[in-house]
Each structure stands twice: as C-alpha cells, then as structure tokens.
C-alpha cells in the first residue's frame, strides 16, 4: 500500500532555531498536506499544497511540494514554546482519495 | 470556519459494553466524514469513510460488525465499538470534507476500555 516516509522522526532543538522536516513517497501524490497535532487534540491543518514545485508559506512556516509530486518538505524558522507538538505530512491522490499520513515529527524545545 | 465536533472528549468503558461516539459538522454539511484511530505516538490510521445516507467504507482489516458506522444526517455521523475490550483503547478522531480538497477534523474522543 501507499507509505509516506516521515523524517525525522524527532527533534529536539533551541528557541529560536529554524526547524526542517520532509516526507517522502514510493507513488506520486496530487496533493500534500501538512498537519500539527497538540496533545490530545485532533490535527490541525497548516498548509495545502496543490501543485508540484508550489511553495507557500503561512507565517514562519514554508512548505514545498517536490517537482516529482513524490515528496515534500516543512520549515519552521525561528522556532517558538508553542511550536511544540505532533507534525504530520498527508498525500493524496485525488479529491475522492483517502489521505495518507506519515507517522509524525515529534518537536522538542529545549528549556 | 469549518468546525468539526466531536463528542465525547474521553470516555472510560467497562469491556464487554459498547460505546458510541459522536462527530457533528457544525456549520456546513458534511456528505463524506471520516474515522481514524491513533495509538499512541503512531500516526492516523484510516478505518473507514462514511457516506450520508449509505452504508460506511471500511479500510481492510478493521471488523464492520464492531466498528458501526452510521452517517443518518448531513451533519452527524456516529461510531459506535461494540462489545469493546481493552485492546480497542484508542484516540478516535473524525474528520469531514470541508471543500474541494480541505478537511477538518475534530478533536478527538480518548476511549480507555477496563
């Protein structure tokens, strides 16, 4: 079946850095999404990407949707306490799709 | 905005009894919605999509006759575990299709089955 491969899985960084993650796909996928997730709460979306090469931005954060429509990555800058949380990338094939999660970017803040 | 309600937050069951959960489409209607369920630290796993007014789309391997899914309304569906049992404590988040490629989802029900 459809995987998306996550990375890193975890991070563990200082107030104020700038922060990367990026999935990856064996399939192509139409769309890309990027969640955040706060404990115990449902995901939040962050970004939607909908074209390959697209970057867009929300705020600190920028995100990309790979020329091949097989990947796709997520920046933080300037990382802030309340960034802290689940992220999760999505694809999806078509409208009708199901959307694929990858498994989650645990971030961190150090004190 | 498109807002996703779910009901209940948490929920703590005897095994044996069943459960059902709630997901509301507050502000829009909501012909296709969406269950998932979230170990913890793991990702969403897809068990079903639920279609107003027709029978849910189970993923494989999630059992149709404990898992009953139920979307009688444009703004209600509702999941129901039958029969629970410890090994079915799970995060169960909803979700429903908000525009041509947007979701929402809720926030979520914590079912602790003892």
């Known amino acids: 079946g459809q995987q998306l491969n996550q990375s890193p899985q975890s991070m563990f960084i200082q107030e104020g850095e700038d922060v990367s993650m990026n999935c990856t796909s064996s399939?192509?996928?139409?769309?890309w999404l990027w969640y955040k997730q706060d404990p115990g709460e449902g995901p939040v979306l962050l970004i939607a990407?909908?074209?390959?090469?697209e970057l867009t931005s929300n705020g600190r954060l920028t995100a990309q949707f790979g020329i091949t429509r097989k990947d796709s990555f997520l920046n933080i800058s300037a990382s802030i306490p309340s960034d802290v949380g689940i992220y999760f990338c999505?694809?999806?094939?078509?409208?009708?799709?199901?959307?694929?999660f990858g498994k989650g970017t645990r971030l961190h803040i150090l004190p | 905005g498109a807002v996703v309600s779910q009901h209940p937050s948490w929920v703590i069951c005897k095994s044996g009894t069943s459960v059902k959960i709630e997901c509301r489409s507050l502000?829009?209607?909501?012909?296709?919605m969406f269950w998932y369920r979230q170990f913890p630290k793991q990702s969403l796993m897809l068990m079903a999509t639920?279609?107003?007014?027709?029978?849910?789309?189970?993923e494989q391997g999630v059992e149709k006759d404990k898992f009953l899914i139920n979307h009688a309304s444009l703004t209600l569906s509702t999941l129901t575990v039958t029969s629970a049992h410890p090994e079915d404590s799970s995060f169960y988040i909803c979700?429903?299709?908000?525009?041509?490629?947007?979701?929402?989802f809720g926030s979520g029900t914590r079912l602790t089955v003892v």
């Open positions: 979700s429903a299709r908000t525009g041509l490629y947007g979701y929402t």
């Open positions: 399939s192509i996928f139409n769309t």
């Open positions: 990407l909908y074209k390959a090469g």
């Open positions: 999505a694809g999806q094939r078509g409208r009708d799709d199901k959307i694929i």
């Open positions: 502000d829009f209607q909501a012909t296709t």
């Open positions: 639920s279609n107003e007014g027709s029978k849910a789309t189970y």
